[in-house]
Structures are given as C-alpha cells and as structure tokens.
C-alpha cells in the first residue's frame, strides 16, 4: 500500500536534518542514560517482594480487565492510593497509567474556557500536548524567571479579576532536559499573591530529594501552597504509573472529567503492587535504601567537582539533581560525540532538535546511586577529549 506522501516528505526532513529517531536495544554499557536514579528497577529485592506480595494476597491477575470505572479498578487501587497519599501528605491521590496521561488528563479537562494558564518555557512535552487540548488560554514565561512569570500575570490580572476565570501557573520541580529547578517558595509566594493555582510536576525529584525521597515540594514544606501535584514512577521509583496529588475534590473531579483517566484499561495488579514496594523501600528507610540516596547524591556532588577540574562548567548547565547537561549544539555532532563516548562503554543519551530548540542539542548525563567514582572521571575524561570547552 502506497505510503502517504506528505508523510513521507516528513520522515525524510527529519533524516537531513540528522534528527530521524529509531528504537535501539537496550545495551550493557555503564549506564549513564537511564531514570533509574536508585537502582530500584534493577533490584531483585523489589522484584521478589513485589512477587511475594502478590502471592500472599491471591492477586493472581495478568491485567486489569477494563478501565477504572468499569471493571478495572481492582481493591489494591485504593490501598496504594492511600499509601501515595499519606507519604506525600496529600488529601488524595489519583494513579495514571503514566505521566503522560496524567499530564494530558490534568491540562485538557481541569483549567476551562476562560482561564490563564502560563507555563514555564521549557515544560514537559506532555504538559505541553494537554495545554493544547484545553479550551483555557495559554502563555509561556521565560524559563524559571520569576521576574517574567510577574510581568506576564499583571498584564492579565485585569481580565482574570473581572470575571470568573482563574490563573493556573504551572512549572516543574526538576526540567527534565536541564537538570535545574525553579525557587519553588518564592514561585509559590507569587502565586499565592496573584491568588492562582499552583501545579508542579515532580517526576525527577521522587526518590531524589526530601525525606524519603518524597520530592522537592515537601523538602521545602509548600505542599499545602500546591493546587496539584504530578508525581511519576517511572524514574526514582523505577516502576510505571503516576499520580496526581491534590484534594479529594479535584481527584472526583478527574474520576469524572479526565479523558485519559476515563477511557483506558488501568493498571494491572501487578504494576501496582510494584509501586506499593516501591514506597515501601523508600518510607521503610531500610540502610540499603539510606546509602543508595546518599550515595546518589555524594555522587552528584562528585559530578559536579569533575566538571570543575576537567574545566568543563562552561558547557554544562547549572544543576543540583541526578541530570546533567552538557550543551554541544548541532544534531550531527552531537550524535558523533554520543557514538564516541559509547564506543569507550558509557551509554549517554543525545538530545536532539526538535526534542530541544535548534542549537541547544546536548548530551544528557543521568547520575545513579550505582556509579562509581571512577566511571564518573571516565566518562568526563572521554568527553573532554571530544568537545570544545
């Protein structure tokens, strides 16, 4: 069958431009790419604990059977709900099947016509996919500049104080692609100010920062100045799935307004017993858990040391979290440095256009408990050697 040619002409855009994507294996080399930021994907403890809890309680199900309003919402839903929720110290807790289609579920149903929505410039793609299905207006601020996101709510203070509509300023914890992180409490005072809803997405901070690993909101105590919070676990936690945190209102409200919550298969009991192992392991404070946070963190600080000595802090971005960026610019040579530094056994991931803006394509280290010293100096020294400082 003949293959659309507008499609087609597409595809073969993306090949000139070296940003063509294709699905690579999984390889054995020393892992500076993945989200496992504690090593609990790979953990057999939480493999077999999740095993045996299943087991132990006859959860003896391969899928969920339905969506959540029909038949899918199976009783370990409203346990590790609960659990997710006490941990968090949030009123409720409401599972995705991801962070996608918790984002996506959020953005397109909950701000509604009339209302403002200002988005920090660099947001997730998700977040960004459900801001565009909502009928809610929408403006980006310049990335964690506070200064910006003022200027930007006075200039629709007006029009917002005049009716019935409301702000909605939303932001992430950890970006994704920078490794850095907004002033959360000045942000949160703001918003408070403007009277605004504040939503912080907390994907790359579980496990990372806080108490527990219970994220950047709750480390600085401003969980109760957060309309909504987005926590993932697919990253620290190294399982699937994810949660919007919030009062109990706004959880009834998703149950019946979220689309991507609505109208998809839940979760299996699997998956969820996964996560209950999860927080499990991360609230238990077991000494196992303990060392791996610290050492995740003792080897970010190393990170960061290494970068210094090596002068390299000129092309890296700025970053206290598990992700660091090292701007390159350029698809092609970006991708040529990757494959080097891969051929030398570090796996490191090339961002590329248009993941990111033209001429800010980089290489995305991501840091784990599981590191070791030595393959952090290796893998800075390789990229010293191929890169102009």
Do not use: W
């Not at 940003?19 to 953990?43: E, H, P, V, W």
């Amino acid at each position: 069958m003949k293959f659309p040619n507008k499609l087609e002409n597409k595809i073969n855009l993306r090949k000139e431009k070296k940003a063509f994507r294709s699905l690579g294996m999984a390889t054995k080399l020393i892992d500076f790419s993945s989200n496992d930021y504690l090593g609990f994907a790979k953990s057999e403890t939480i493999f077999d604990a999740t095993h045996q809890f299943l087991i132990d309680n006859n959860y003896k199900f391969n899928g969920a059977t339905g969506s959540r309003l029909l038949s899918g919402n199976h009783s370990l839903y409203s346990l590790v709900e609960k659990q997710i929720s006490e941990f968090h110290q949030s009123e409720a807790a409401l599972i995705f099947n991801s962070g996608y289609d918790a984002n996506v579920g959020f953005f397109s149903s909950v701000p509604q016509r009339g209302d403002v929505i200002m988005y920090d410039e660099l947001i997730h793609a998700s977040i960004r996919d459900g801001i565009q299905l909502s009928n809610a207006k929408s403006y980006k601020f310049k990335h964690n500049d506070l200064e910006d996101l003022e200027s930007l709510i006075k200039r629709h203070s007006e029009f917002v104080s005049e009716s019935d509509n409301d702000i909605y300023i939303v932001t992430e914890s950890v970006f994704s692609m920078d490794g850095d992180s907004p002033d959360l409490l000045r942000m949160s005072e703001l918003v408070k100010k403007h009277k605004g809803y504040f939503v912080v997405d907390e994907a790359h901070a579980i496990g990372v920062f806080g108490k527990h690993g219970c994220g950047e909101i709750q480390r600085l105590g401003v969980e109760n100045a957060i309309f909504a919070r987005i926590v993932t676990f697919g990253k620290g936690l190294g399982c699937h799935g994810a949660a919007i945190l919030g009062s109990q209102e706004l959880t009834d409200y998703l149950v019946n307004f979220a689309r991507s919550f609505i109208y998809t298969t839940g979760l299996s009991p699997h998956a969820l017993a996964a996560i209950k192992t999860a927080y499990n392991h991360l609230n238990v404070r077991s000494s196992a858990v303990e060392n791996s946070q610290q050492k995740l963190q003792e080897n970010i600080q190393f990170f960061k040391s290494e970068i210094q000595r090596l002068e390299l802090q000129n092309i890296f971005i700025e970053s206290n979290s598990a992700i660091h960026c090292c701007v390159i610019s350029g698809n092609e040579k970006t991708k040529e440095i990757a494959g080097k530094i891969e051929e030398n056994g570090f796996a490191v991931k090339a961002i590329l256009s248009p993941t990111v803006s033209e001429g800010e394509e980089r290489l995305r280290f991501c840091l784990h408990s599981y590191n070791s010293r030595k393959e952090i100096t290796a893998i800075l020294e390789n990229l010293s050697i191929f890169v102009e400082k």
